[in-house]
């Protein structure tokens, strides 16, 4: 299985960017995906999570309310749509895969794709 994040970029505070999770293998889309994000000198921070049937959701605090996670499932892709941009938000995002499927976890993801960056300006 293997994971490509893309459509990160360099916006200002309050503008929207939507991130893409492109997942390959013949097991993909057994898996309920993840979104992290990770700055410099911090750990890993989940951000939304989906599970394989797009049955449930489950977001950050920090994000709820302003981000949004589908899925694709003819195009094996996942996406985060990200509204209300903060400086805050700035990170690497990584999305991930849980093998367990049907259920919501924060931890435990088990394959991880390159991240892509995330500058938001104030």
């Known amino acids: 299985v293997q994971l490509q994040a893309s459509g990160g970029g360099s916006v200002q505070a309050g503008d929207s960017l939507r991130l893409s999770c492109a997942v390959s293998?013949?097991?993909?889309?057994?898996?309920?995906v993840g979104w992290f994000r990770q700055t410099p000198g911090k750990e890993r921070e989940f951000v939304a999570a989906?599970?394989?049937?797009?049955?449930?959701?489950h977001y950050a605090d920090s994000v709820k309310d302003r981000f949004t996670i589908s899925r694709d499932k003819d195009k094996n892709t996942v996406f985060l749509q990200m509204n209300g941009l903060k400086s805050e938000d700035t990170a690497v995002y990584y999305c991930?895969?849980?093998?367990?499927?049907?259920?919501?976890?924060?931890?435990?993801?088990?394959?991880w794709g390159k991240g892509t960056q995330v500058t938001v300006s104030s």
């Open positions: 991930a895969l849980h093998p367990a499927g049907n259920i919501i976890y924060t931890y435990g993801y088990r394959y």
């Open positions: 989906i599970t394989r049937s797009s049955s449930s959701t």
């Open positions: 293998g013949r097991t993909g889309s057994s898996y309920a």
